[in-house]
């Protein structure tokens, strides 16, 4: 109970913050989280604990976004109808596979 009004309270100091400084944090604390998980897994803890580190940076990188969007800037997700992109999606992607399949297969 103590923790979640704690919680809220950091949240509600955050909105009050300019939008500057919201971004800057945002930026603080997402931009160092692909290279603390690639150092992990690679150099600093190779094995399984350094992939599970890099499997928790990547899903802070999923999640964080999504939290913040919805609990600091009080929007809404909102999902594009159109198929447009998806299409291009894929055809990119099938595009990427073939190059790389020649290439190296």
């Known amino acids: 109970m103590n923790l979640n009004l704690s919680i809220d309270a950091g949240i509600q100091q955050l909105r009050r913050q300019s939008s500057r400084t919201r971004s800057i944090l945002a930026l603080l604390l997402i931009v160092p989280i692909s290279s603390i998980g690639a150092l992990t897994s690679t150099i600093i803890a190779p094995g399984a604990v350094g992939q ?8 802070w990188m999923l999640i964080f976004p999504v939290a913040w969007h919805v609990s600091i800037d009080r929007q809404r997700l ?6 447009d992109g ?7 992607g099938v595009a990427m596979f073939a190059t790389i399949f020649v290439l190296l297969g």
Request: charged share 5%.
């Open 86 to 92: 998806l299409a291009v999606g894929i055809i990119l």
């Open 78 to 83: 909102q999902f594009n109808k159109s198929l």
């Open 52 to 59: 599970g580190i890099a499997v928790c940076c990547g899903m």
